[in-house]
Nanobody, 125 residues
């Protein structure tokens, strides 16, 4: 069974940076497609970035393109999201997600099978 645990959230001022981590405790982490999503109060869950098992493919939402970088360390079983130039609209609960299929760097919520509990990111001005 797959368990995902996010960490690294917190409060930061506009223009600041934050690095989120997601620990994957299940077997065969290196075979999973991984992604980061976020959900702000009153808004739908939004896909931000996805990465293929071997890190050869990535996909970013237009909302964060150029400001975030998704990466993974298959040896450590950890997924990362480096966020820079943060804005108040980045305030949300951030979730990591995993799936074996479909074999694509999808940003669709319905494509993912496993989810973490989320970590809060608050950006203030």
């Amino acid at each position: 069974q797959v368990q995902l645990v996010e960490s690294g959230g917190g409060s930061v001022q506009v223009g600041g940076s934050l690095r989120l981590s997601c620990a994957h405790s299940g077997d065969l982490y290196s075979r999973y497609y991984m992604a980061w999503f976020r959900q702000a109060p009153g808004k739908e869950r939004e896909g931000l970035a996805a990465i293929s098992p071997g890190s050869t493919k990535t996909n970013y939402s237009d909302s964060v393109r150029g400001r975030v970088t998704i990466s993974r360390d298959n040896y450590l079983g950890t997924l990362y999201l480096q966020m820079n130039s943060l804005k108040p609209e980045d305030t949300a609960v951030y979730y990591c997600a995993a799936r074996l299929r479909p074999a694509s760097v999808s940003l669709r919520t319905s494509d993912y099978t496993y989810w973490g509990q989320g970590t809060q990111v608050t950006v203030s001005s």
